[in-house]
């Protein structure tokens, strides 16, 4: 069914800044308008330097650009903390309406940490020992550049979580409770060409919905990304310079009862190039409540994270 003018307008993805001097009241509302609408909306003036993202999309191209016997050597799963590469057609999102896996590869970056339980503990970096084509200064500024930017978006998704507690409940600590240590992934992915092929069931990414509360994605410029509107529709969301793309994830669709949409998503190469894309997840407290079962019990954050992983990851060792 084709949208009327006004369903199209009602999901356009908006632009919203965190401008100085802006009543965070104001931009909660703004928020609850995105939420309420295409459940993704542009970030703009957010804080976190254009630099910064560039040197971290410069040195995922690196990362990638390793022999695959050293990438190997930084595989995922040789920790339990789901830190590392992910190889190529690794992951299938859309298991159901997927002929071949997606058609990208990723690196997973989380909160560094002891080892202490499921996907808390440190990150595994390259070293010179793990990947012999990067000298010991290599691995530091990798190291150096993630890290930096791992932390400037757990702090603008500490502040926008906080607008966003008070689009759903008009109280900004009503998420307090459930963001003390955040589980905050950041996943560094890499397209291949291959182009995709929607009616045959092939996909650089399938369609998913986001688990978390926020996800806060900047790509290089290469389109590909799609929602999919309430009329069914699949919507183009391109880059645009200098914003992320923000979503709300399955945990907010809950909490919000419904009123809040995390939304349907997936990316389509159409062109045949590569392309590079860093979408960092901020999921809440490992053990934060989140929904209920069938049988009434409660799903905690963590166990959700992990079934969906199961579902998804082909390489993902279930405990
Ligand atoms: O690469 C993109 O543009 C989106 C990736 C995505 O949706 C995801 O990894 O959850
Ligand atoms: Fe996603």
């Not at 397209?191 to 995709?196: E, R």
């Not at 986001?210 to 790509?219: A, E, I, K, P, V």
């Not at 053990?287 to 963590?302: F, S």
């Amino acid at each position: 069914m084709t949208p009327t003018a006004a369903e199209a307008a009602a999901f356009a993805v908006p632009v919203i800044s965190l401008r100085s001097g802006a009543d965070d009241v104001v931009l909660a509302q703004e928020i609850r308008g995105a939420c309420e609408g295409a459940g993704f909306f542009y970030l703009s003036e957010h804080g976190v330097s254009e630099a910064l993202v560039a040197r971290a999309f410069e040195w995922s191209a690196k990362l990638f650009d390793l022999p695959l016997e050293e990438k190997s050597n930084c595989r995922w799963t040789l920790n339990n903390y789901s830190r590392g590469w992910t190889p190529l057609m690794e992951e299938t999102l859309d298991p159901k309406n997927s002929s071949a896996a997606d058609t990208k590869e990723g690196f997973y970056i989380g909160r560094e940490m002891p080892p202490t339980r499921r996907f808390h503990g440190p990150n595994q970096w390259p070293t010179p020992a793990s990947c012999p084509s990067w000298t010991q200064h290599d691995c530091d500024e990798f190291r150096a550049v993630m890290t930096e930017y791992w932390t400037v978006c757990e702090t603008l998704g500490k502040r926008v979580v906080r607008l966003l507690a008070y689009a759903v409940a008009s109280d900004f600590s009503s998420f307090d409770a459930y963001t003390k240590q955040p589980m905050v992934f950041l996943r560094l992915l890499h397209y291949t060409g291959i182009k995709s092929e929607a009616s045959e069931g092939r996909f650089a990414c399938g369609a998913h919905s986001d688990y978390g509360l926020l996800t806060f994605l900047r790509t290089d410029d290469e389109p590909g990304l799609q929602i999919l509107s309430k009329q069914g529709e699949w919507c183009d969301v391109p880059p645009r310079p200098g914003m992320f793309i923000v979503n709300i994830g399955d945990l907010v669709e809950v909490i919000s009862q419904g009123r809040f949409r995390s939304t349907t998503h997936r990316v389509l190469n159409k062109t045949g190039r590569e392309r590079y894309s860093i979408p960092v997840f901020f999921e809440p407290d490992a053990d934060a409540p989140i929904a209920r079962d069938a049988q009434g019990n409660v799903i905690t954050a963590i166990q959700y994270l992990q079934l969906k992983y199961e579902q998804t990851h082909a390489d993902f060792q279930a405990l």
